[in-house]
């Protein structure tokens, strides 16, 4: 029998979600994987980005087509790289162009940009985005590192920054 739904009363502080506790949560759950997941489109920026981290900061990194996925849903590929990153980084290059002359990012890094944001926190899943590519509604208020058109180099010092600030380096 359901249960009607009680309206008016407080809830009870232990049924409040935190963004403290869930921030607790995030960081110990990313020693489970420990890798920086990469989310891009088809601009060929993203592979910089995968050097930088690689070779030179020597992290470990996963990316959707990385693995084989034959057979595997993009549901069952993407709770994969959910579950084997400890940090992500979003890469949103202007390649899509809409009738009002705007170009935006590839609809699937705005997924996981809110899959990535969701499971990791805000700190910990970083929208990397090229000038000239339009924002997304709510990405307005969420901070961001901004690159010139296909030159992520130029911020390479600023993702070294944050990587450091999350202790992953």
Request: net charge neutral.
């Amino acid at each position: 029998m359901r249960r009607p739904a009680v309206t008016g009363l407080p809830t009870p502080p232990s049924a409040q979600p935190t963004l403290s506790k869930t921030a607790g949560v995030h960081k110990s759950a990313v020693t489970q994987g420990g890798k920086i997941f990469i989310g891009h489109g088809h601009s060929a920026v993203w592979r910089d980005l995968k050097d930088f981290l690689h070779d030179r900061l020597k992290l470990n990194w996963v990316e959707f087509n990385r693995d084989p996925v034959a057979g595997l849903s993009t549901k069952e590929r993407l709770e994969q790289m959910l579950n084997q990153s400890a940090f992500a980084f979003l890469v949103m290059t202007a390649e899509d162009e809409y009738n009002d002359g705007t170009r935006h990012a590839r609809e699937n890094v705005i997924h996981e940009a809110g899959l990535f944001q969701g499971r990791l926190g805000f700190e910990r899943a970083i929208i990397l985005l090229e000038e000239g590519c339009a924002e997304f509604a709510n990405i307005q208020g969420v901070g961001q590192i901004r690159f010139p058109p296909n030159k992520i180099q130029a911020v390479f010092e600023e993702i070294r920054w944050v990587l450091e600030r999350e202790k992953l380096i």
